[in-house]
């Protein structure tokens, strides 16, 4: 045990004897005081979590963050378009997803369940620009399967 434990000790003894020395009655005064103040800084809706409406189904806000932090953007291919006949759609993701978190985002953003996910790990390019060489990112592609009865519109401005 050191010299400043031996004080620290002592210093915590004090500090819980004036503890004990406060009326109760000035403890919940101070308490309502408080609470008074912060009621006006509550929402008006308490305990209810925000939503957005995805085509007739509820969402959570904080599941809508996350898929975007998931989900970086649809590819829009010609071998991705083709995969839509078959219900795959196609989706540059996070590299550190996994096909669990795949299955959340799309159930978050668009209100599928995901029938599979398939990922794939695509290597960054070599390039070169004059005597300057460097390398793209290495990125990664998920490919959902969804229900036959289930559809993602993608590609409407395309």
Same mark, same amino acid.
């Given at each position: 045990?050191?010299? &400043?434990?031996?004080?620290?000790?002592?210093?915590?003894?004090?500090?819980?004897?004036?503890?004990?020395?406060? *009326?109760?009655?000035?403890?919940?005064?101070?308490?309502?005081?408080?609470?008074? /103040?912060?009621?006006?800084?509550? *929402?008006?809706?308490?305990?209810?979590?925000?939503?957005?409406?995805?085509?007739?189904?509820?969402?959570?806000?904080?599941?809508?963050?996350?898929?975007?932090?998931?989900?970086?953007? *649809?590819?829009?291919?010609?071998?991705?378009? /083709?995969?839509?006949?078959?219900?795959?759609?196609? &989706?540059?993701?996070?590299?550190?997803?996994?096909?669990?978190?795949?299955?959340?985002?799309?159930?978050?953003?668009?209100?599928?369940?995901?029938?599979?996910?398939?990922?794939?790990?695509?290597?960054?390019?070599?390039?070169?620009?004059?005597?300057?060489?460097?390398?793209?990112?290495?990125?990664?592609?998920?490919?959902?399967?969804?229900? *036959?009865?289930?559809?993602?519109?993608?590609?409407?401005?395309?």
């Amino acid at each position: 045990m050191g010299i &400043f434990d031996r004080f620290n000790k002592k210093a915590g003894a004090k500090a819980k004897e004036a503890k004990k020395e406060k *009326p109760a009655a000035a403890k919940k005064a101070l308490v309502k005081k408080t609470d008074a /103040n912060l009621t006006s800084l509550k *929402p008006k809706t308490e305990g209810a979590a925000e939503t957005k409406e995805i085509k007739g189904k509820k969402a959570k806000k904080e599941e809508t963050k996350e898929a975007y932090r998931i989900l970086i953007k *649809p590819l829009v291919t010609e071998k991705a378009t /083709n995969l839509v006949a078959k219900n795959q759609y196609t &989706f540059m993701v996070a590299n550190g997803a996994n096909k669990i978190e795949v299955k959340k985002a799309i159930k978050g953003l668009y209100g599928f369940e995901a029938k599979s996910v398939n990922i794939i790990k695509a290597r960054g390019k070599d390039v070169r620009s004059g005597k300057v060489t460097g390398k793209k990112k290495n990125w990664r592609k998920a490919i959902v399967t969804l229900k *036959p009865s289930d559809k993602i519109e993608i590609y409407e401005g395309v």
